[in-house]
């Protein structure tokens, strides 16, 4: 009977102490995540804590960051744990890389399904770091500048892209342009398309690549709607060669409406015929006063 009451008040004692415990942990501006928390089998449990207040601080913070975007209440658009603790992740990860929370929240604004478990931002990351040669300034420039760029795969797509701007002997890309950024996104066949396009109208394969090493903005240009139209306007208008188009690639920088085609007509009705470079750099100032 006595060893009864004793063991009833030990367990009474220990019960006591560990509510004590409990209640004095601090559980304002705390950041707990769940993978954080162990829990270990036994066949009675003393005791079971429940931290309620993880989840939703959670939540809060990447409501903060327009992860998750306010509202999302119900069972099927909040993320469970698991997905949750994928999204800290990589969050950490990026804040461990040089990635303010304004850095993050813009990611999240353009493409905020990469930081779900379907792509790894690290392999990216490591990508610009080992095959480019990049610093962590201007890998986060360009990752900023072309967020999208996230969801790349590295072998499949980032890489080979990589290769073939090599060959073609563009250079600096590890510099955080939105060229640059742009570029290594953009999938090898697409790039084949401008070097094609060129050799149809008469360069060779090795004055392509020069012609793209020179201007590789033309990458960014569509063929239907940009570089066919001023090609053409080229030869049957202006009756210019290629040798000038090779000599200013950056003709097809040039708008074929606003800039083109006025400053064609202007100098034909007054007879004159100057280069393409002469035609197009000078400003409307200074193009117009000296043809008047």
């Not at 993880?54 to 209440?73: A, C, V």
């Amino acid at each position: 009977m006595w060893s009864h009451v004793k063991n009833r008040q030990c367990r009474y004692m220990w019960l006591k102490e560990a509510m004590f415990l409990c209640s004095s942990i601090p559980t304002k501006n705390i950041f707990i995540s769940a993978t954080n928390i162990h829990f270990f089998s036994s066949p009675n449990p003393p005791l079971l804590l429940r931290f309620h207040t993880s989840h939703r601080e959670n939540l809060r913070y990447l409501k903060s960051l327009g992860i998750i975007k306010p509202g999302t209440k119900t069972y099927k658009t909040t993320p469970s744990p698991e997905s949750l603790s994928q999204i800290l992740s990589t969050v950490n990860f990026l804040n461990s890389q040089g990635f303010s929370q304004a850095d993050i929240s813009r990611i999240a604004l353009v493409c905020d399904h990469v930081f779900s478990s379907e792509f790894n931002v690290e392999s990216v990351v490591d990508f610009f770091k080992s095959d480019l040669a990049a610093t962590p300034e201007e890998t986060r420039g360009l990752i900023l500048r072309c967020p999208q760029i996230l969801e790349s795969n590295v072998p499949f797509c980032l890489r080979p892209t990589l290769l073939y701007l090599r060959e073609l002997e563009i250079g600096n890309l590890n510099l955080p342009t939105n060229l640059n950024a742009h570029l290594l996104n953009t999938r090898v066949d697409k790039l084949q398309e401008k070097v094609r396009f060129l050799q149809g109208i008469g360069f060779s394969y090795e004055e392509s690549a020069k012609f793209c090493a020179r201007f590789p903005a033309i990458f960014g240009y569509s063929i239907e709607h940009n570089l066919w139209p001023k090609y053409e306007y080229l030869v049957e208008y202006m009756r210019r060669d290629l040798e000038e188009l090779k000599q200013f690639p950056q003709y097809f920088a040039f708008s074929l409406r606003n800039r083109i085609v006025p400053r064609h007509l202007h100098l034909k009705e007054r007879n004159v015929l100057i280069p393409l470079k002469r035609m197009l750099l000078w400003s409307d100032q200074r193009f117009y006063a000296k043809w008047k």
